[in-house]
């Protein structure tokens, strides 16, 4: 896999984004025909597909404007339609009148070029506009789905309302497995789009090297552009530098994956490290607090072990909270009431444990 094209693509302010990735009409087609289950996408001509550069600017919006539209054909059909896509990370509850403001600026455009007597020919019609929501955000979408819905009592008025039904993918709604089965580069990139904690990411880029392993070099540009962005969440300022030579420097998706899964590794040991001592540090300090406390030389010495012991105690609780999102009342429970000893032994231990099970060896 070639690197030396591209190059500059990290630095791209819209790498972070689904219109950097749907930009490409690949991986576009690739979005509609994974999940939008409609008769007209296999009908679509990929050679006749063309991104519409042009903003579309809604001025009752704060001057918002479309996200991406492209222009397509029906194969074998003299048949040319818009597809209108909007990126969402939040519930609006206006979408379904945004998206008609988008439309009918579509069309004005459209209008624009075409002579007026063509326009009030019997037999002209406007072509269509397809509107579609990608969604990504962790809340279910419950914004209408259909126009007519956020009209007053719009069952008074039936068929004589102005009425259309967007698509709406919902990234987070699909199942890791369904996506996993999908195989191609815009599931993969929905399975890594979701709010994990460490751990999960590099479980997750393990799941999808495999899935990746024999996409386009064109691809693989995308794909390693998006992983820069997610990962770089996670990292300290001075640590992105070193992760994005390790992303440009290697050779398809199974290397890159396995060298970025190294290099996040060490860096996320070495912050639990850190976290560890200085929660070690704490405990031994609060001991001495305590120690002072109490007044006599026996209370000093009890209070510092005590002090020594809860700090100790606090850096485990916070130590397992980074490692496991979800931590069930008894463990939390059960490290609470563990003996001294118990709780160093698995003050040490904590580093190499994997899963929440491991604990049960210790409560």
Do not use: C
């Not at 302010?13 to 008769?39: A, C, N, Q, T």
């Not at 029906?74 to 597809?83: A, C, E, H, Q, T």
């Not at 012991?309 to 397992?320: K, S």
Request: cysteine-free; glycine content about 4%; proline content about 2%.
């Amino acid at each position: 896999m070639k690197n030396n094209e591209n190059v500059d693509l990290l630095n791209d302010p819209h790498d972070k984004g689904y219109k950097y990735l749907l930009s490409h009409k690949k991986v576009f087609i690739e979005l509609l025909r994974s999940f939008v289950k409609k008769d007209w996408v296999n009908e679509i001509d990929e050679s006749s597909l063309i991104r519409i550069n042009k903003s579309f600017i809604l001025q009752d919006f704060k001057n918002k404007e479309a996200d991406l539209i492209y222009r397509a054909k029906l194969k074998d059909r003299d048949v040319f339609f818009y597809i209108l896509m909007e990126f969402q990370s939040k519930v609006d509850f206006q979408m379904p009148y945004r998206l008609l403001l988008y439309i009918v600026e579509v069309w004005r455009e459209i209008l624009g070029d075409i002579p007026i007597g063509e326009q009030k020919r019997k037999d002209f019609k406007l072509p269509a506009v397809i509107p579609i929501v990608l969604y990504n955000g962790v809340n279910r979408w419950t914004a209408s789905l259909n126009f007519k819905e956020i009209i007053d009592s719009y069952q008074l008025f039936g068929e004589n309302l102005i009425d259309f039904r967007y698509v709406l993918i919902d990234v987070n709604r699909y199942d890791e497995e369904e996506l996993l089965e999908l195989s191609n580069l815009i599931s993969s990139i929905f399975l890594l789009d979701r709010r994990i904690d460490k751990e999960e990411l590099l479980e997750k880029l393990r799941k999808v090297a495999d899935t990746l392993k024999n996409i386009s070099e064109e691809e693989f540009i995308i794909l390693r552009n998006w992983l820069f962005s997610v990962v770089a969440r996670f990292l300290p300022k001075d640590k992105e530098k070193q992760v994005k030579e390790i992303l440009m420097q290697s050779e398809g998706v199974k290397e890159m994956i396995s060298n970025l899964e190294r290099s996040l590794r060490e860096e996320f040991r070495k912050t639990r490290r850190e976290a560890l001592q200085e929660g070690l540090k704490k405990g031994k300090l609060e001991g001495l607090k305590i120690g002072k406390i109490e007044g006599k030389i026996e209370g000093k010495i009890e209070g510092k072990i005590e002090g020594k012991i809860e700090g100790i105690r606090m850096v485990v609780f916070e130590q397992l909270k980074e490692k496991f999102t979800d931590i069930p009342a008894e463990y939390l429970e059960g490290i609470a009431k563990l003996d001294d000893k118990t709780l160093l032994q698995l003050a040490k231990d904590i580093l190499k444990i994997e899963k929440l099970e491991e604990l049960k060896k210790y409560i």
